[in-house]
């Protein structure tokens, strides 16, 4: 009877901490995401107190409707594979390579992931459009066709997934597949056996990422796709702001939510068959000098890559910002033209800053609370329904968020349109899925009994965590903070709606500096992104250097 107790009693505590635990993340998310996207969706669907589902039916049956569809499906699809090809070889660079610039270089592939997507957009039309480098070196034009997006996504996501990949390939134990080669295994079904088990929990949620971001693609296909190319995201912000038809833009946001569901669901299932107990170690170990001529050859290829695909655009940047003699681009970013902003340009630079504290701050605080929950035995169904939830706001429309903001967050007690936590919160539901995403797996690979032990030793939940969980998962945090943050710093489509015209950030003052005539704007446009550039290279950095002179043992 005594056994009996202490079993009800341990399930009660358990079922007490795990929902303990999941509070904050699932009043964060109805409140700031489900709340507002479901005002934007009534308001478009309910007219006289009555819902109209039947225009969903009206909105299927027009042919320009099932084209955008299918174009956007399969080039998110093509896009991923895409990724997927060109990045893996660098995640494993990274993972297992020791090289000068090593950590400079990191930060470098982390850059273009935060660019706002207009700018990008702009950066290869200049590279593969009329009068672009392609143009004038070989006569080739890319531009309005599908290459120039599918080449931009992959510019866009490589971070993705050198980071999501590589952050868990660098903590393997190499040793598992060296065992497996000294019992006769060749280096190829070692490697499949043994090691791409390990990683694909960290290559699912590295897919469904990119696969998320290039399904709701917006200024990339806007910009380089032209009349010819439009995804639900494009086609969305047009209903919403261009002809002002909420119907059809509530209808193609149910559509685009319903899409993303079942591809969470399914991901869900995946991920829970690959979960496997992992041996990890220091990832200072694990990385070494290349050695053979096959190794040189893939570090070669790795960074030629890197210089082609990543690097040139950004030189494109920087070259076009110094276009005017003097950096007469910059010294114009400190004057007050009175036409869109009521402040100087300059100051979106302190603005995108604060905000995007604020922001990682909110996201690793909801999603490593998120995170711990669903790694807890006791975890439920329910609850591990949840982890494909918090993907939800990455391929949500961005444009609905933001719109919805300013339609459901008006009144007391949550009249927020004044408040400057707006924004942070805003940026804060796309960083909440990276933070997720990132710690899972490392959460997932910690063994259990080292969590038995400490407990049975009479440490409390929250000493298990400092002592056990903590040093494991301490080099996953940093790596999903320095994703929150660069999401935050980046994020257009729902703080465009929000930003305040006193408080602009910088992805926002480029915007509307590229949406006014004249080289002087365009100029100022192509300054600030280089600025938030360098930002965001030098916040990289010093992240890199702090994950690795201070993370703890593995």
Not at 138 to 145: A, E, F, H, P
């Amino acid at each position: 009877m005594d056994l009996t107790r202490t079993e009800v009693a341990a399930r009660r505590r358990g079922a007490a901490a795990r929902f303990g635990l999941l509070a904050a993340p699932v009043v964060f998310f109805a409140v700031f995401f489900a709340y507002p996207v479901a005002a934007i969706v009534a308001r478009g669907l309910k007219t006289d107190g009555a819902w109209h589902f039947g225009r969903i039916g009206e909105v299927l049956a027009q042919s320009d409707v099932r084209h955008v569809l299918w174009f956007t499906t399969w080039q998110a699809l093509v896009s991923t594979a895409l990724t997927l090809l060109v990045a893996l070889p660098g995640a494993y660079v990274f993972a297992r390579f020791d090289f000068p610039g090593k950590q400079v270089l990191r930060a470098v592939v982390t850059v273009p992931f935060v660019l706002p997507t207009v700018v990008v957009g702009t950066a290869f039309l200049a590279m593969v459009g009329r009068g672009g480098l392609l143009d004038e070196l070989w006569g080739v034009r890319l531009d309005t066709t599908v290459w120039a997006i599918l080449l931009a996504h992959v510019f866009f996501n490589y971070a993705v997934v050198v980071r999501t990949v590589g952050g868990l390939w660098a903590q393997l134990d190499p040793r598992q597949e060296e065992a497996a080669r000294m019992l006769g295994a060749s280096q190829l079904k070692a490697w499949r056996q043994v090691t791409l088990p390990a990683l694909g929990p960290a290559v699912a949620a590295a897919a469904l990422m990119v696969f998320l971001f290039t399904f709701t693609s917006f200024g990339v296909v806007q910009i380089l796709g032209g009349p010819t190319f439009s995804t639900l995201e494009v086609e969305i912000y047009r209903q919403t702001s261009e002809i002002f038809d909420l119907s059809t833009a509530a209808v193609l946001t149910l559509i685009q939510f319903a899409a993303v569901g079942a591809i969470l669901a399914v991901h869900a299932w995946t991920v829970r068959r690959r979960e496997t107990a992992l041996r990890l170690v220091d990832a200072s170990v694990t990385a070494r000098r290349p050695r053979g001529v096959g190794q040189w050859t893939l570090l070669g290829g790795v960074l030629l890559t890197i210089a082609a695909l990543l690097v040139l655009p950004l030189a494109v940047l920087v070259q076009r910002s110094l276009d005017a003699p003097g950096l007469g681009y910059y010294r114009a970013l400190t004057s007050e033209d009175g036409g869109v902003f009521l402040v100087p340009p300059i100051e979106a630079i302190g603005n995108s800053l604060s905000y995007a504290v604020a922001a990682t701050l909110i996201a690793v605080l909801i999603g490593g609370l998120a995170a711990v929950a669903l790694t807890r035995r006791d975890a439920g169904r329910l609850v591990r329904g949840f982890d494909a939830l918090l993907m939800l706001p990455l391929g949500v429309s961005a444009v609905t968020v933001g719109f919805g903001f300013l339609i459901s967050l008006d009144e007391p007690p949550l009249d927020l349109r004044s408040s400057w936590i707006l924004v942070p919160l805003a940026q804060a539901l796309v960083g909440v899925p990276f933070v997720v995403r990132t710690m899972l797996p490392v959460l997932r690979a910690v063994d259990v009994r080292l969590r038995e032990a400490a407990s049975v030793l009479g440490a409390s939940p929250w000493r298990v965590w400092r002592e056990v969980d903590l040093p494991m998962v301490r080099r996953a945090l940093l790596i999903a903070a320095g994703f929150a943050f660069a999401v935050s710093l980046g994020e257009f489509g729902a703080t465009v709606f929000i930003a305040r015209p006193d408080r602009p950030t910088l992805p926002v003052a480029v915007a509307r500096l590229l949406g006014r005539p004249g080289d002087l704007n365009y100029g100022q446009a192509m300054a600030l992104s280089t600025i938030l550039m360098v930002v965001c290279a030098v916040a990289l950095l010093v992240l890199e250097r702090l994950r690795t002179d201070r993370t703890g043992e593995f």
